[in-house]
């Protein structure tokens, strides 16, 4: 062996070739650490990488799921505001009917509350111009009684004579104040 030392000292070595024994050893050492990677790793591996794809297959079902189910509650939200907005147009429109329809009521009450004030207010000043005429009756047929009894001489007392006289003298007027217009 010493031999084959001082042959292989006595050549000049390549460095990028190795010697056969390292090369054999070499090989050995990793077949050992291939064939227990092979054993013991490479399963453990395995194992943990189809964890990990099942873990994100999984998680993008999930999102797919939660992302349909999100889209349903969207719509179904989407609904709700659009059928709350319907509502909120029908009942604003029905205020406005409403508001119209007492506007129309109120302006009715108040139309015949002015009516029922004029006809009461026409019936005071007929009631008051009668009145007033037969006030003004008496107290021209007073003033004319007693014109008439200095006129005559004669005292004109008789009350049914004064009547009479008075109410002939005031249909007189009357007829004249008539034929005037």
Known sequence: MNALFLAAAEEPQNPLLPHLDELVIGLIAFAIVFGFLAKKLLPNINKVLEERREAIEGGIEKAESAQIEAQSVLEQYKAQLAEARHEAARL?????????????????????????IVAAGHAQIEADRKAAASALRQDVGKLATDLAGKLVGESLEDVARQSRTIDRFLDELEEKAEAAR
């Open 92 to 116: 604003r429109q029905e205020a406005q009917e409403q508001g119209a329809a007492i506007i129309a009521e109120m302006k009715a009450e108040g139309q015949r509350q002015r009516e029922e």
